[in-house]
């Protein structure tokens, strides 16, 4: 009989192998997963540091904080100012006042300093967290545009401002407001940010807003005064100047927060509460030169630079204007709408005014307005632009009108470009379609040169439904406009310039439109470029022939009824509507291009003429005249005449 021992043992050996077997594959299986989990978290952490370096990458140096704020010299102490292309004439600033603006500091060892009553105010506000947290808040991620810190807020409106609003930036908003918090301390954030507010009404920082609101300096402020203040800061809008009475009960509301956090004692906020506040009568504004085209500037520039970057300070504008054209431009303007109201003239001074021809006997419109622009051709600059003057008053207004007449060239260009010419035959006479022309007759047969230079309607749309009128919109859409929609005056101006330079456009790419640029540079006080449009872009449209055809037929003064007597060539379009209520004239030479625009704002056609209006006929001729004054101003300054 064999032994059991050998039995046992080989029962033993299997029994061995087979646990072994078993840790083998369960340590397997779990050297396996812990691969699985060392790679997933390789990869989590490699993603995490790109997403970390795309967030931090090309983030603002916070060094950039002091630069603005610190006095002396800090750039945000100097308020904006518009210049003309010279850097020399002032145009407008935005500043209740010329002087620059104070800083002012926190602590009571210094002179002059922010009182506590402010400072609670404010906190209790904008921050209630304010001594507690590292200077950004988590709540609201989700929400790019709501800065829920001083920090943040400080570091949205002076480092991030140029961002597009994402999660992205919300992310890098409470990076560098963590990183500023520790840099600098919060009553340093404190101090910058009480120091460049935006209190309303171009004030900005406590001192100015102290001063405009209430008349006194910031030390002076009562808790009533203060509780308004910090109210302001959340809607700059709701100030005392422009709400008065909803600025004082939200100041209220802020002395009920205030208390609630302890920030003010019972007994201060009873007072403060029975308090009533005397507000300041609003200051005397300061007057702008050429409104109309700083508006222009502003909205412009607006597409680089967010407006309430642009009104904080600091920076400086150099604009296209040519200051002594605006100043013949705006005073020639300003006389013939007096003039065309019928009203006495006081503008004693304008140069231009006094070769403006009298108007028709008996040609008065009370309710009309005037416009003028010139700009250069050879780099699409506005040189001098004067918005909507109604009784002799500019306003900063540039409407856009119906165009009437004032785009037929482009008619005429559809038929050149399809092999027509100025010399082929068309018809001025009574037709099916009861086409009429402004002066209600027919002409008979014509060269398209003389209907086009004496705005004959009746070729025109004749003219239009044989070169097809989507044809037509192709062509004036090369130039960037629809001569369907209302058109205005800087526009008109910009396409006719076109033929002034062998059928090249110069302008700026603004806002996804080529439009007249009205600014060379925008840079700081510090003189770091921030914007420089100095170098036009340019766009071909036509060929130089077609241009050329163009000026030829458009400078044929030998053609028109009504002659233009400049003094040399210049291709010139009228235009007009047949409610007789808007009247165009532009003209151009290869240096300039002038616009004119005259309109009637009242319902009443002045057709029918009577005690209220002369005829259309001498609306437009008065356009007319006031053109050719601007023009020989021009002529003048290109020979050195004009000083």
């Known amino acids: 009989m064999p032994s059991t021992l050998p039995i046992l043992r080989a029962r033993r050996e299997r029994r061995l192998n087979q646990q072994n077997k078993h840790s083998n594959r369960q340590r397997g299986f779990v050297l396996s997963i812990g691969i699985v989990i060392s790679i997933l978290l390789g990869v989590v952490i490699i993603l995490a540091a790109f997403a970390y370096a795309d967030i931090t990458q090309d983030l603002p140096s916070t060094e ?11 750039l945000l102490l100097q308020p904006t100012r518009i210049y003309d292309r010279t850097g020399l004439q002032l145009l407008a600033t935005f500043s209740p006042n010329e002087s620059p603006r104070r800083y002012i500091p926190i602590g009571e060892q210094n002179s002059q300093h922010i009182p ?13 967290q304010f001594n507690r947290h590292s200077g950004y808040a988590l709540d609201e991620l989700d929400n790019p545009d709501s800065h829920p810190t001083i920090a943040q807020k ?46 309303g009404n171009h004030a900005y920082g406590v001192e100015a807003a102290a001063q405009i609101y209430f008349g006194k300096p910031v030390e002076q402020l009562t808790l009533a005064e203060s509780a308004i203040l910090a109210a302001v800061i959340e809607t700059p ?81 150099i604009t296209t204007l040519d200051y002594q054209l605006q100043k013949q431009a705006t005073c020639t303007t300003e006389v013939y709408a007096i003039r065309l109201a019928g009203l006495a ?22 309710d009309s307005s005037a416009s003028a622009i010139i700009i ?17 008053i500019e306003t900063p207004l540039m409407s856009s009108h119906q165009a009437g007449s004032s785009l037929d060239a482009f008619v005429y260009l559809t038929g050149f470009t399809r092999g027509l010419s100025p010399a082929s035959l068309t018809w001025d006479i009574p037709n099916e379609n009861n086409y009429q022309n402004f002066d209600a007759e027919f002409h008979g047969p014509m060269r398209l040169r003389t209907a086009l230079l004496n705005d004959y309607q009746v070729p025109v749309e004749i003219l239009k439904n044989q070169m097809g009128v989507e044809n037509v919109i192709d062509i004036a859409s090369s130039f960037g406009i629809d001569i369907n929609d209302d058109i205005s005056l800087m526009d008109v101006a910009s396409v006719y310039g076109v033929f002034a330079t062998q ?84 003209g151009y030479t290869p240096y300039y291009v002038v616009g004119t625009w005259s309109g009637i704002h009242t319902l009443t056609s002045p057709l029918q003429g009577g005690e209220e209006g002369g005829n259309p006929e001498d609306f437009l001729l008065c356009c007319g005249m006031r053109w050719c004054k601007l023009h020989h101003k021009i002529n003048l300054r290109m020979v050195g005449l004009l000083r």
């Open 64 to 74: 950039i904080l002091p630069r603005l704020f610190n006095p002396p010299d800090g």
């Open 503 to 586: 059928g090249v456009h110069f302008g700026q790419n603004v806002n996804d439109e080529f439009v007249p640029v009205s600014v060379l540079r925008v840079e700081g006080v510090d003189k770091s470029v921030m914007l420089d449009w100095s170098i036009p872009q340019a766009q071909t449209v036509i060929t130089p022939a077609m241009s050329y055809v163009m000026t030829h037929v458009l400078s044929d003064d030998a053609e028109r009824a009504t002659t233009f007597d400049v003094h040399r060539p210049a291709g010139i379009k009228v235009g007009e509507t047949f409610d007789g209520k808007d009247a165009w004239v532009v």
């Open 237 to 317: 809008a709701l100030n005392p100047l422009d709400a008065e009475s909803v600025a004082l009960q939200r100041g209220r509301e802020v002395l009920y927060v205030m208390n609630q956090l302890r920030l003010a004692s019972n007994e201060a906020t009873a007072i403060a509460l029975a308090e009533t506040p005397i507000i300041q009568p609003a200051p005397q504004t300061q007057p702008i030169i050429a409104p109309a085209f700083v508006n222009l500037v502003l909205s412009q520039i607006e597409s680089q630079i967010p407006r309430e970057r642009l009104q904080r300070g600091g920076i400086t504008i």
């Open 116 to 128: 506590q009553t402010l400072i609670n105010a404010v906190i209790a506000v904008t921050d209630p």
């Open 376 to 392: 250069d051709p050879t780099t699409g600059q506005v040189l001098a632009l004067v918005g909507e003057t109604n009784q002799g």
């Open 345 to 366: 003239e006081s503008n004693n001074n304008c140069d231009s005014a006094r070769l403006l021809p009298s108007l028709p006997p008996a040609t008065t419109f009370p």
């Open 154 to 199: 400080l570091v949205y409106d002076f480092l991030l401002y140029n961002e597009p609003s994402s999660t992205k930036r919300a992310i890098r908003e409470r990076i560098l407001a963590a990183q500023i918090t520790a840099q600098f301390g919060r009553t340093q954030i404190l101090e910058w940010y009480l120091n460049a507010a935006n209190f």
